[in-house]
Protein backbone atom coordinates (compact mmCIF):
# COMPACT_ATOMS: atom_id res chain seq x y z
CA UNK A 1 0.00 0.00 0.00
CA UNK A 2 0.97 3.67 -0.41
CA UNK A 3 1.80 6.53 1.62
CA UNK A 4 3.06 9.93 1.05
CA UNK A 5 5.97 10.69 4.57
CA UNK A 6 9.29 9.24 4.40
CA UNK A 7 10.57 8.86 7.95
CA UNK A 8 14.21 7.99 8.29
CA UNK A 9 15.19 4.60 9.05
CA UNK A 10 18.38 2.39 9.17
CA UNK A 11 17.76 -0.35 6.89
CA UNK A 12 18.66 -1.08 3.57
CA UNK A 13 16.07 -0.20 0.57
CA UNK A 14 15.53 -3.91 -1.47
CA UNK A 15 14.52 -4.34 -4.27
CA UNK A 16 10.60 -4.85 -4.57
CA UNK A 17 8.70 -8.15 -6.30
CA UNK A 18 6.68 -6.64 -8.83
CA UNK A 19 3.62 -8.08 -10.72
CA UNK A 20 4.11 -11.65 -11.64
CA UNK A 21 7.41 -12.49 -9.35
CA UNK A 22 6.85 -15.87 -8.01
CA UNK A 23 7.52 -15.07 -4.43
CA UNK A 24 3.93 -13.09 -4.44
CA UNK A 25 1.75 -16.13 -5.11
CA UNK A 26 3.37 -18.56 -2.92
CA UNK A 27 2.31 -18.76 0.94
CA UNK A 28 4.92 -17.88 3.61
CA UNK A 29 6.25 -19.51 5.70
CA UNK A 30 6.59 -18.94 9.50
CA UNK A 31 9.23 -17.31 10.98
CA UNK A 32 11.50 -19.72 13.93
CA UNK A 33 14.54 -17.90 14.15
CA UNK A 34 13.92 -14.52 16.14
CA UNK A 35 17.55 -13.10 15.72
CA UNK A 36 19.46 -10.66 14.49
CA UNK A 37 18.98 -11.45 10.60
CA UNK A 38 15.07 -10.97 11.40
CA UNK A 39 15.71 -7.35 13.44
CA UNK A 40 17.80 -6.69 10.00
CA UNK A 41 14.84 -7.49 8.18
CA UNK A 42 12.11 -5.61 9.80
CA UNK A 43 14.32 -2.24 9.58
CA UNK A 44 15.16 -3.49 5.36
CA UNK A 45 10.76 -3.87 5.14
CA UNK A 46 10.70 0.08 6.84
CA UNK A 47 13.54 1.63 4.75
CA UNK A 48 11.42 -0.06 1.41
CA UNK A 49 8.28 0.81 2.29
CA UNK A 50 9.56 4.43 3.23
CA UNK A 51 11.82 4.60 -0.07
CA UNK A 52 8.81 3.24 -2.55
CA UNK A 53 6.33 5.59 -0.27
CA UNK A 54 4.55 2.78 1.15
CA UNK A 55 1.80 2.27 4.38
CA UNK A 56 2.61 -1.66 4.46
CA UNK A 57 5.27 -4.17 3.04
CA UNK A 58 5.25 -8.18 3.39
CA UNK A 59 8.93 -9.71 3.20
CA UNK A 60 7.49 -11.28 -0.07
CA UNK A 61 7.22 -8.18 -1.87
CA UNK A 62 11.11 -8.08 -1.00
CA UNK A 63 11.69 -11.39 -2.04
CA UNK A 64 11.25 -13.25 1.04
CA UNK A 65 9.11 -15.89 1.41
CA UNK A 66 8.37 -15.53 5.63
CA UNK A 67 5.54 -14.14 7.35
CA UNK A 68 6.65 -10.64 8.48
CA UNK A 69 5.14 -7.20 7.50
CA UNK A 70 5.52 -3.64 8.52
CA UNK A 71 3.59 -0.96 8.30
CA UNK A 72 3.01 3.36 8.92
CA UNK A 73 -0.49 3.77 7.97
CA UNK A 74 -3.66 5.84 9.26
CA UNK A 75 -6.94 5.21 10.03
CA UNK A 76 -9.93 6.56 8.83
CA UNK A 77 -9.18 9.51 12.27
CA UNK A 78 -5.91 10.38 10.79
CA UNK A 79 -4.61 8.66 14.12
CA UNK A 80 -1.19 6.55 12.71
CA UNK A 81 -0.22 2.86 13.30
CA UNK A 82 3.37 1.83 13.17
CA UNK A 83 4.70 -1.44 13.78
CA UNK A 84 5.63 -4.67 12.63
CA UNK A 85 4.70 -8.47 12.93
CA UNK A 86 5.68 -11.72 12.92
CA UNK A 87 3.94 -14.86 12.10
CA UNK A 88 0.72 -12.64 11.86
CA UNK A 89 -2.85 -14.39 11.70
CA UNK A 90 -6.17 -12.36 10.53
CA UNK A 91 -8.57 -13.67 13.51
CA UNK A 92 -11.41 -11.48 12.81
CA UNK A 93 -12.20 -8.98 9.75
CA UNK A 94 -16.12 -8.01 10.25
CA UNK A 95 -18.17 -4.96 10.08
CA UNK A 96 -19.16 -3.12 7.02
CA UNK A 97 -17.69 -4.54 3.57
CA UNK A 98 -16.32 -1.54 2.24
CA UNK A 99 -14.96 -0.84 -1.67
CA UNK A 100 -12.21 1.74 -2.06
CA UNK A 101 -9.19 2.44 -3.76
CA UNK A 102 -6.63 -0.06 -3.31
CA UNK A 103 -2.98 0.17 -4.62
CA UNK A 104 0.42 -1.91 -3.60
CA UNK A 105 4.11 -1.14 -4.11
CA UNK A 106 4.47 -4.56 -6.44
CA UNK A 107 1.90 -2.68 -8.82
CA UNK A 108 3.81 0.37 -8.91
CA UNK A 109 1.15 3.40 -9.91
CA UNK A 110 -2.18 1.17 -10.50
CA UNK A 111 -5.14 1.02 -7.96
CA UNK A 112 -8.71 -0.25 -8.25
CA UNK A 113 -11.66 -0.23 -5.96
CA UNK A 114 -11.19 -3.41 -3.08
CA UNK A 115 -14.29 -4.68 -1.05
CA UNK A 116 -12.71 -5.23 2.39
CA UNK A 117 -14.18 -4.99 5.69
CA UNK A 118 -13.88 -1.86 7.94
CA UNK A 119 -11.99 -3.51 10.75
CA UNK A 120 -9.89 -5.90 11.16
CA UNK A 121 -7.51 -8.04 13.84
CA UNK A 122 -4.36 -9.65 13.27
CA UNK A 123 -2.83 -11.25 16.34
CA UNK A 124 1.17 -12.44 16.05
CA UNK A 125 4.87 -11.38 17.74
CA UNK A 126 7.30 -8.89 17.84
CA UNK A 127 10.63 -9.58 16.28
CA UNK A 128 11.40 -10.49 19.95
CA UNK A 129 8.86 -12.80 20.01
CA UNK A 130 6.41 -10.84 22.30
CA UNK A 131 2.56 -11.56 21.66
CA UNK A 132 1.34 -8.78 19.58
CA UNK A 133 -2.53 -7.93 18.56
CA UNK A 134 -3.44 -5.75 16.44
CA UNK A 135 -6.91 -3.68 16.10
CA UNK A 136 -7.11 -1.63 12.63
CA UNK A 137 -10.43 0.42 11.53
CA UNK A 138 -11.36 1.91 8.34
CA UNK A 139 -7.98 2.63 6.24
CA UNK A 140 -5.97 0.77 8.77
CA UNK A 141 -8.25 -2.41 8.49
CA UNK A 142 -7.99 -2.51 4.54
CA UNK A 143 -3.79 -2.22 5.26
CA UNK A 144 -4.04 -5.08 7.04
CA UNK A 145 -6.21 -7.61 5.40
CA UNK A 146 -3.48 -6.04 2.48
CA UNK A 147 -0.52 -7.61 3.75
CA UNK A 148 -2.29 -10.70 5.27
CA UNK A 149 -3.32 -11.15 1.87
CA UNK A 150 0.24 -11.13 0.57
CA UNK A 151 1.69 -13.73 3.34
CA UNK A 152 -0.94 -16.49 1.87
CA UNK A 153 0.25 -15.63 -1.96
CA UNK A 154 -2.71 -13.55 -2.51
CA UNK A 155 -2.75 -9.90 -3.97
CA UNK A 156 -5.42 -7.02 -4.04
CA UNK A 157 -6.74 -7.92 -7.71
CA UNK A 158 -7.08 -11.29 -6.37
CA UNK A 159 -10.05 -9.76 -4.96
CA UNK A 160 -11.36 -8.09 -8.62
CA UNK A 161 -13.90 -9.68 -10.49
CA UNK A 162 -15.75 -8.46 -13.90
CA UNK A 163 -15.01 -5.20 -15.44
CA UNK A 164 -12.62 -3.92 -12.26
CA UNK A 165 -10.29 -6.97 -13.14
CA UNK A 166 -10.32 -6.30 -16.98
CA UNK A 167 -9.84 -3.16 -16.65
CA UNK A 168 -6.98 -3.66 -13.88
CA UNK A 169 -5.44 -6.16 -16.27
CA UNK A 170 -5.24 -3.43 -19.31
CA UNK A 171 -3.40 -0.92 -16.94
CA UNK A 172 -0.81 -3.69 -16.06
CA UNK A 173 -0.45 -4.65 -19.61
CA UNK A 174 0.63 -1.11 -20.38
CA UNK A 175 2.84 -0.04 -17.40
CA UNK A 176 6.44 0.06 -18.05
CA UNK A 177 7.53 -2.15 -15.73
CA UNK A 178 5.41 -5.16 -16.91
CA UNK A 179 6.65 -4.82 -20.42
CA UNK A 180 10.10 -4.77 -19.12
CA UNK A 181 10.07 -8.33 -17.51
Keep these: MRNGSIPGTHGRVRPLTLLGGPALHEPCADVS????ELASLVEDLFATMYAHEGVGLAANQVGVPLRV???DCPDDEEVRHLGHVVNPRLVEADGLVLRGPEGCLSLPGLEAGTERYDHAVVEGSTLTGE???IHGTGFFARCLQHEMDHLEGRIYADHLTGWR???LSRQVARTSWHRAR
Excluded at 33 to 36: A, C, K, R, V, W
Aim: hydrophobic letters at 30%; zero cysteines.
Design 165 to 167: RRK
Design 131 to 133: PVT
Design 33 to 36: DFGP
Design 69 to 71: FVY
